[in-house]
C-alpha cells in the first residue's frame, strides 16, 4: 500500500511568487495534517483537517495561506505571496481514526516538500 | 505553556554502542507520546507510542520509557547501527478538546563506523 504522498519534492520560487503543494493521504484516512518545519526544529502545525472539515487552523496564517480538502480525500496548500521566511519543509501527514490524538492511532508522514524563496 | 524538551541536541557515537536520548514536557492534560524517527529528507516515522499507564514499550532495538509523574520519557537505542543516524523526535498528545500534537526539537544522533 501507497504511503502519503506529496508532490512536488522541491520547489524552487522567488519571493512574491506563489507556490502550491500537493498530498495524498493514506487511503481510507480521515485526518489530514499539513506542518511546517524548519531546519533543525521539530514539525510546526499549520492546518488539521476531519474529512473535508478545517477543525484546527489556528496556527494557519491566513493571510497568505490557505488550504483545501475539498472531497476529504486529497489536499492543497498554497502560499500566496511567498516570503523569504516561508522557507521550510512542508510535511504532510494522515490518520485512520476520526481525528482524535488522543487515540493511540499512528500518524504517517508523507516524505515533504522543501520549498526554497529567493 | 505546552512545551516538550530534549536533550542532548546532538550525539555522536560510535557504531554498536548504546545511547539513550531524553524527553521532559509540561504537556497537559497528558494524553500519549509518541518517539519519530526521521531520516534526512524524509518524513518522520513512527517508532513508538505510550499512555498514561504504559512505563516502556519496545520496537526492535529501540526502548522507550515513560515517567508520568515526572513527566519525561527517554528513548534507548542498543547496540546501535550506522542505519540509527537520523533525528529522533518527541511529540506528546495533550487531551484537551484542542488535541495538539506537540512536537519537541529533536536530538540529532550521528553514528560513526
Known amino acids: 500500500e501507497a504511503g502519503v504522498v506529496q508532490s512536488p519534492r522541491y520547489k524552487i520560487i522567488e519571493k512574491k511568487q506563489p507556490v502550491a503543494f500537493w498530498c495524498n493521504p493514506i487511503?481510507?484516512?480521515?485526518?489530514l495534517y499539513w506542518y511546517r518545519q524548519n531546519l533543525g526544529q521539530g514539525p510546526e502545525l499549520l492546518i488539521r483537517?476531519?474529512?473535508?472539515?478545517?477543525?484546527?487552523d489556528s496556527q494557519l496564517p491566513k493571510d497568505r495561506f490557505s488550504a483545501e480538502r475539498l472531497k476529504g480525500v486529497d489536499s492543497t496548500l498554497k502560499i500566496q505571496p511567498a516570503e523569504l521566511g516561508d522557507s521550510a519543509v512542508y510535511l504532510c501527514a494522515s490518520t485512520g481514526l476520526a481525528g482524535k490524538p488522543f487515540s493511540t492511532d499512528t500518524q504517517y508522514f508523507g516524505p515533504g516538500t522543501r520549498l526554497t524563496v529567493l | 505553556k505546552n512545551q516538550v524538551e530534549q536533550s542532548p541536541q546532538s550525539l555522536i557515537i560510535l557504531e554498536g554502542k548504546n545511547c539513550t536520548l531524553q524527553c521532559n514536557y509540561t504537556v497537559s492534560p497528558f494524553s500519549n507520546l509518541r518517539w519519530y524517527k526521521q531520516d534526512t529528507g524524509r518524513g518522520p516515522v513512527s517508532l513508538t507510542i505510550m499512555t498514561f499507564s504504559e512505563n516502556t514499550k519496545s520496537n526492535g532495538r529501540y526502548t522507550a520509557t515513560l515517567d508520568a509523574d515526572t513527566k519525561q520519557s527517554s528513548l534507548h537505542i542498543t547496540a546501535s547501527q550506522l542505519s540509527d543516524s537520523a533525528s529522533y523526535i518527541c511529540v506528546v498528545s495533550e487531551a484537551s478538546g484542542t488535541y495538539k500534537y506537540i512536537f519537541g526539537t529533536g536530538t540529532r544522533l550521528k553514528v560513526l563506523a
Open positions: 483537517y476531519e474529512n473535508e472539515e478545517a477543525v484546527d
Open positions: 487511503s481510507g484516512h480521515n485526518t
